[in-house]
């Protein structure tokens, strides 16, 4: 034997896998939520693109800055999932540590819908069906009842009159 050898490739395989092991024991319940997680903010980069009138066969106005940093934020927002469900896990609630997940999951999905139908609303500001789904997404209600929905349609109106004379 040249020189010293700790380990050979069955030990090390075994040692990395007795410490993986129970990382992916930690976090694959979180796999659904985190899926769910990329698909709403996928929705929400492809609501901003349109926001910003980016077209994606040609590459106009594509901010790879703008990219990043979305997928930044998805990456922090995966990590702290990870580590609140880790450590709710580590102290032994396994129960908790999913519905804590979830609940988590569920705000910044939100955050993400809310964000991405404020941007429909700009890539379309002449879709009404949007702009209703937006006030319902932020749960303004009461701005959707009859006795204001009529003069916020008006208004609605009034401001996209003067875009439909110059059409």
Not at 78 to 100: E, K, Q, S
Not at 114 to 119: E, G, R, S, Y
Request: proline share 2%.
């Amino acid at each position: 034997m040249n020189g010293l050898t700790f380990f050979n490739s069955d030990q090390l395989r075994l040692l990395i896998t007795g410490f993986t092991a129970p990382v992916f024991a930690a976090l694959m319940p979180t796999q659904k939520f985190i899926l769910a997680l990329i698909i709403m903010a996928s929705f929400n980069i492809w609501a901003g693109m349109r926001a910003d009138g980016v077209v994606i066969f040609r590459c106009k106005k594509f901010s790879i800055k703008k990219l990043r940093g979305a997928l930044v934020e998805l990456i922090l927002y995966v990590v702290i999932l990870w580590v609140i469900h880790g450590t709710v896990w580590l102290c032994g609630d396994d129960t908790a540590a999913v519905y804590a997940t979830k609940v988590l999951t569920y705000v910044i999905m939100y955050v993400y819908l809310q964000n991405a139908f404020k941007n429909l609303v700009i890539a379309y500001p002449k879709n009404k069906g949007l702009w209703i789904i937006y006030l319902v997404v932020r749960l303004e209600l009461k701005r959707l009842l009859p006795s204001h929905i009529s003069e916020l349609i008006d208004r609605y109106d009034q401001k996209h009159k003067g875009e439909n004379a110059e059409e």
